[in-house]
């Protein structure tokens, strides 16, 4: 993912149990200067039929280290996980925002999901 873009899982509302656990892995990357007025961030919401709660996996004023790709750093891999605690339809949605300027880029790698089913 990459700067200014929403992404929809595959783009379907999946019905979840209350209890039901979803978790996958994350990096940010970024060639802002960090800390940063251009806050730029990656997100994660969840919309549960027109209610949305969104939130932060990172941003420019997270602890960073140097990365070897085509950005200048990283966060490093976090998990981020959720439990629903309402049985119902939900659509995810990840994205990374790119915050006033255009020209210094920042992404998000992800990895493992998993919807796992609550222990009996």
């Known amino acids: 993912m ?3 873009a929403l992404y929809v899982i595959d ?3 999946k019905a979840v149990e209350a209890g039901e656990v979803l978790s996958f892995d994350w990096n940010f990357l ?3 200067s960090t800390p940063n007025f251009y806050n730029d961030f990656g997100f994660v919401g969840f919309v549960f039929i027109s209610d949305g709660n969104l939130s932060k996996l990172a941003d ?3 602890g960073f280290t140097r990365f ?5 750093v990283e ?3 976090g998990t981020f996980t959720h439990e629903f605690t ?3 339809s939900y659509t995810v949605a990840i994205g990374v925002m790119d915050v006033q300027d255009a020209g210094v880029d920042s992404a998000l790698l992800l990895d493992n999901f998993q919807l796992t089913l609550p222990l009996s």
């Open 11 to 13: 783009g379907q509302t």
């Open 30 to 32: 970024t060639n802002e």
């Open 60 to 62: 420019t004023s997270s």
């Open 68 to 72: 070897g790709g085509s950005y200048a």
């Open 86 to 88: 309402q049985s119902g």
């Open 75 to 77: 966060t490093g891999y």
């Open 2 to 4: 990459y700067d200014g």
